[in-house]
């Protein structure tokens, strides 16, 4: 999912424009994600190709939650897509892994995709706890999430070092916690105790550059983009990862 982030009605307007004239590869799935005010607007003038999500949701219904955007509300919208467990929300916000869980299993339950994001502070990637935070993030999603939870299952993505934007890796890296699909290891274990469709991983990257690199590893499927989707080139990022996919 490569996924959008903030704006304004002006940019989102002008990004919309751009984002129209351009081509995307099929069989790909393209999200952008905006803040929620202004989910209408990218609604009515995103071209279908690319689809809409909320930057966040809560696990309670409808109800005297003030502030709050409930499942339902989204999917009143048109919204089938949310992300859940952004690093923001994570540790500035300090939601809890299990909190977390709770809401990507409401998602889920409402018949959406949830976007379910995992990965480790700066100084827990520096202590050599990368594997084991974000493990532990995707456990406490295993615990809640069963077959009879709905027909929509999470898209586990691991961005390696959110919180800290500006500490560049090499491609190789995001393999920290995100190793082969081989039986027996612990992510293929954990994905497949979620119900299907769940997909495999994604990375967090900034450019079209380092999308290349990345997508060529074999087990990174997906992108989750910040900073990146808010430019003109974004639909360029889409097409450099298509391209180096279908080599593969």
Same mark, same amino acid.
């Given at each position: 999912?490569?996924?959008?982030?903030?704006?304004?009605?002006?940019?989102?307007?002008?990004?919309?424009?751009?984002?129209?004239?351009?081509?995307?590869?099929?069989?790909?799935?393209?999200?952008i994600a905006p803040t929620a005010i202004h989910i209408p607007l990218?609604?009515?003038?995103?071209?279908?190709?690319?689809?809409?999500?909320?930057?966040?949701?809560?696990?309670?219904?409808?109800?005297?939650?003030?502030?709050?955007?409930?499942?339902?509300?989204?999917?009143d919208m048109g919204v089938k897509n949310v992300i859940t467990g952004?690093?923001?929300?994570?540790?500035?916000?300090?939601?809890?892994?299990?909190?977390?869980?709770?809401?990507?299993?409401?998602?889920?339950?409402?018949?959406?995709?949830?976007?379910?994001?995992?990965?480790?502070?700066?100084?827990?990637?520096?202590?050599?706890?990368?594997?084991?935070?974000?493990?532990?993030?995707?456990?406490?999603?295993?615990?809640?999430? $069963? /077959?009879? %939870?709905? *027909?929509? @299952?999470?898209?586990?993505?691991?961005?390696?070092?959110?919180?800290? !934007? +500006?500490? &560049?890796?090499?491609?190789?890296?995001?393999?920290?916690? $995100? /190793?082969? %699909?081989? *039986?027996? @290891?612990?992510?293929?274990?954990?994905?497949?105790?979620?119900?299907? !469709? +769940?997909? &495999?991983?994604?990375?967090?990257?900034s450019s079209e550059q380092t999308d290349e690199q990345l997508a060529?590893?074999?087990?990174?499927?997906?992108?989750?983009?910040?900073?990146?989707?808010?430019?003109?080139?974004?639909?360029?990022?889409?097409?450099?990862?298509?391209?180096?996919?279908?080599?593969?």
């Amino acid at each position: 999912f490569p996924g959008g982030s903030n704006g304004t009605v002006a940019t989102v307007t002008e990004l919309a424009a751009g984002f129209s004239a351009a081509s995307y590869p099929e069989g790909m799935d393209v999200v952008i994600a905006p803040t929620a005010i202004h989910i209408p607007l990218a609604q009515a003038k995103m071209p279908a190709a690319i689809a809409i999500a909320a930057q966040n949701c809560f696990d309670k219904p409808s109800g005297a939650y003030t502030g709050e955007l409930s499942t339902e509300i989204l999917a009143d919208m048109g919204v089938k897509n949310v992300i859940t467990g952004h690093s923001e929300r994570r540790h500035i916000l300090k939601e809890s892994d299990e909190f977390v869980a709770s809401k990507t299993l409401k998602a889920i339950e409402q018949g959406m995709t949830a976007i379910f994001c995992i990965g480790e502070l700066l100084e827990e990637r520096e202590a050599g706890q990368t594997e084991a935070v974000c493990f532990r993030q995707m456990e406490a999603v295993r615990k809640v999430i $069963t /077959p009879a %939870s709905g *027909p929509r @299952s999470s898209s586990p993505t691991s961005p390696s070092g959110p919180s800290a !934007p +500006a500490r &560049s890796l090499p491609p190789s890296r995001p393999r920290r916690c $995100t /190793p082969p %699909s081989a *039986p027996g @290891s612990r992510r293929t274990s954990l994905l497949r105790s979620l119900p299907p !469709p +769940a997909s &495999s991983t994604a990375a967090l990257s900034s450019s079209e550059q380092t999308d290349e690199q990345l997508a060529s590893k074999v087990d990174i499927d997906g992108f989750l983009i910040g900073g990146a989707s808010m430019h003109p080139d974004f639909p360029k990022i889409c097409t450099a990862t298509a391209a180096v996919k279908a080599q593969m």
